[in-house]
């Protein structure tokens, strides 16, 4: 389960987050990101991508527009953004809870304003 909220303080009132439910959990949209939450999507898993960036592609954005990517990235951008993968921009991960038992556990996740 993610719980994202616009503040750490908010993700303690049910009322005042989104609770995002995931076979699989992404932290992170740089190249290593991407692949997994592309490979994930296409076997069938519920995926959800976390990212405090405004775009997907981490350091491979640094200093490029998008028709200036490597060849190979761009590759990997489109098909991440052709799979169902739900791609959360403006997202920091704060904590990560475990459930009693080992029965999984939940991602706590603050939106930027």
């Not at 997994?36 to 405090?52: C, I, Q, T």
């Not at 190979?72 to 959360?88: G, P, Q, V």
């Amino acid at each position: 389960m993610i719980a994202v909220a616009p503040t750490l303080e908010a993700v303690a009132k049910p009322s005042a987050h989104e609770l995002l439910r995931a076979d699989v959990a992404v932290v992170g949209a740089g190249p290593a990101g991407i692949a997994a939450a592309a490979r994930a999507a296409e076997a069938g898993r519920r995926v959800v991508v976390l990212d405090e960036a405004p775009n997907v592609g981490g350091q491979i954005w640094r200093h490029r527009t998008h028709a200036a990517l490597a060849a190979d990235a761009r590759r990997w951008i489109e098909r991440l953004n052709r799979t169902s993968a739900d791609l959360r921009h403006g997202v920091a991960v704060i904590d990560v809870v475990a459930h009693d038992g080992g029965s999984g556990f939940t991602i706590v996740a603050e939106r930027h304003r």
